[in-house]
């Protein structure tokens, strides 16, 4: 008996060898990285007992099915391109719109758009949208909570929809807040909840999250950045200080396609449409926006090559302020490029972390930029959320997308790019306030750093691509 158990044990030892053996090959054509090529190939060939698993969940490049939600929006996703055909900017926008047009994206001239500084001044203009809406309302959100804030926006809401008003909220399973009793009543109330979930066992796919954060009311306003809801970006939780975030209010043409991506989100999450018409405005006023959404499905990271190529189109100026920098090599190389050629490249980052892993693995990445001429600024007040960049006097970019690999390969992220001459006034002297805030970067803090410390930081910035 024991030697028959043994031939068993023998077989299956051999049958899961063999399986991480075959999912290693398939891994040198899947991995986004040849790093991460490596790492899958030694984990899985070395220890295919705990690797396979974690593999079959996480190892996929991309998302399966998603593209295939655009066969259910040709009729709407014409009717939008067919009104909007006369708002696109005629002429050719230098280099940079030969890329962006990889993903479809061009500039829709005739919006009006408006910098949020901050939280306050966020969810003030969110509600008061909320209120007026006559419509429709269709939010989206990663993080979601029911605190004080949280609680005004749900109260809202509900409001409207016992108005007749149509609400449809997308929310992330891994950043939703709400209890089950609130979720209850929001449904009672007439609101339309989908949760995008990352974890899609019948796929077997866990590693994909919506990080996309926006809301539209009657295709009239629209909300787009960093900021989540949840009393942390008013500085009411001690324990994790004030976040310093910005979003941006638009009104115009270019949110009837911030429309048509939202439905693709909730058709391909809820295998559902919507049941509301889409709203294209007209002319609202003279601002030029794009808006960049990207997603685990193209064939290549447009999310990278959209960052790398706006940092190259730089002439005199790169102000970056990002929450988690441990990005890939291409972002590095262009970073470094810029600071050794003179350019005035600033970096604005957190003081103090939420994530101290991450916070170990950038101090690698911030000393060869500190050593290629990056200015280095860390934000003191609190927790530094922009996810935004300056690009000379021309370009103003703010979004969702942390400098990382999640949000160049994994995430689903969303950007808006415009060459508006005030919003660029507006953010420069925004930034230039956080600058004032921070504490810039010297030498000694480098020298400072104890071999334990980078030790650490090197060890950590291995695992960057799962960070």
Same mark, same amino acid.
């Given at each position: 008996m024991e030697i028959h158990l043994g031939r068993y044990f023998v077989l299956g030892v051999v049958i899961l060898y063999m399986t991480g053996f075959y999912l290693a090959l398939k891994s040198i054509f899947e991995s986004r990285t040849p790093q991460g090529s490596m790492a899958w190939i030694l984990s899985l060939v070395c220890i295919p007992f705990i690797s396979i698993p974690v593999y079959l969940l996480c190892g996929k490049k991309k998302i399966d099915n998603y593209d295939l939600v655009e066969l259910d929006l040709v009729e709407i996703r014409s009717h939008v391109e067919t009104f909007i055909a006369h708002f696109r900017k005629k002429k050719s926008f230098d280099q940079?719109?030969?890329?962006?047009?990889?993903?479809?994206?061009?500039?829709?001239?005739?919006?009006?758009?408006?910098?949020?500084?901050?939280?306050?001044?966020?969810?003030?203009?969110?509600?008061?949208?909320?209120?007026?809406?006559?419509?429709?309302?269709?939010?989206?959100?990663?993080?979601?909570?029911? %605190?004080?804030?949280?609680?005004?926006?749900?109260?809202?809401?509900?409001?409207?929809?016992?108005?007749?008003?149509?609400? @449809?909220?997308l929310y992330e399973r891994i950043g939703i807040k709400m209890s089950k009793d609130i979720l209850s009543e929001m449904k009672r109330s007439g609101i339309n909840l989908g949760e995008f979930s990352p974890i899609r066992f019948n796929k077997l796919q866990y590693n994909f999250r919506n990080h996309r954060?926006?809301?539209?009311?009657?295709?009239?306003?629209?909300?787009?950045?960093?900021?989540?809801?949840?009393?942390? @970006?008013?500085?009411?939780?001690?324990?994790?200080? @004030?976040?310093?975030?910005?979003?941006?209010?638009?009104?115009?043409?270019?949110?009837?396609?911030?429309?048509?991506?939202?439905?693709?989100?909730?058709?391909?999450?809820?295998?559902?449409?919507? %049941?509301?018409?889409?709203?294209?405005?007209?002319?609202?006023?003279?601002?030029?926006?794009?808006?960049?959404?990207?997603?685990?499905?193209?064939?290549?990271?447009?999310?990278?090559?959209?960052?790398?190529?706006? +940092?190259?189109?730089?002439?005199?100026?790169?102000?970056?302020?990002?929450?988690?920098?441990?990005?890939?090599?291409?972002?590095?190389?262009?970073? @470094?490029?810029?600071?050794?050629?003179?350019?005035?490249?600033?970096?604005?980052?957190?003081?103090?972390?939420?994530?101290?892993?991450?916070?170990?693995?950038?101090?690698?990445?911030?000393?060869?930029?500190?050593?290629?001429?990056?200015?280095?600024?860390?934000?003191?007040?609190?927790?530094?959320?922009?996810?935004?960049?300056?690009?000379?006097?021309?370009?103003? +970019?703010?979004?969702?997308?942390?400098?990382?690999?999640r949000s160049m390969f994994i995430n689903f992220e969303n950007s808006i790019i415009t060459d508006d001459q005030k919003f660029i006034l507006d953010l420069e002297f925004s930034l230039r306030k956080d600058i004032d805030s921070s504490e810039e970067i010297t030498l000694n803090y480098f020298n400072s750093l104890s071999k334990f410390r980078r030790i650490q930081s090197h060890l950590i910035n291995t695992l960057a691509p799962i960070l």
């Open positions: 940079r719109q030969k890329l962006l047009i990889e993903n479809k994206s061009e500039f829709i001239t005739s919006n009006s758009i408006k910098l949020l500084i901050d939280g306050e001044e966020t969810f003030s203009e969110m509600i008061k949208a909320i209120k007026q809406a006559r419509n429709f309302i269709l939010l989206q959100m990663y993080i979601f909570r029911t %605190d004080h804030i949280g609680k005004v926006i749900i109260d809202s809401l509900i409001e409207r929809a016992k108005n007749g008003i149509k609400i @449809y909220i954060k926006q809301l539209i009311v009657d295709g009239e306003f629209g909300f787009f950045g960093g900021i989540n809801i949840g009393d942390d @970006y008013l500085g009411k939780y001690p324990e994790i200080g @004030y976040w310093r975030d910005s979003n941006i209010k638009i009104q115009g043409p270019v949110l009837g396609l911030a429309q048509v991506e939202f439905i693709k989100d909730w058709k391909f999450s809820q295998s559902a449409a919507i %049941d509301t018409n889409v709203n294209v405005c007209s002319t609202m006023g003279n601002s030029n926006v794009l808006l960049f959404s990207t997603s685990p499905v193209e064939d290549r990271p447009l999310n990278l090559l959209q960052h790398i190529e706006l +940092i190259n189109i730089a002439k005199k100026r790169i102000w970056i302020a990002n929450p988690y920098v441990i990005p890939p090599q291409g972002i590095l190389d262009a970073l @470094y490029i810029s600071g050794l050629k003179g350019m005035d490249v600033r970096l604005i980052i957190p003081q103090n972390n939420d994530n101290e892993l991450v916070a170990l693995a950038m101090d690698v990445h911030m000393e060869h930029l500190f050593h290629s001429g990056v200015r280095i600024y860390k934000y003191t007040p609190g927790m530094m959320h922009q996810k935004v960049m300056l690009i000379d006097d021309n370009l103003a +970019i703010i979004g969702t997308s942390n400098l990382d690999f």
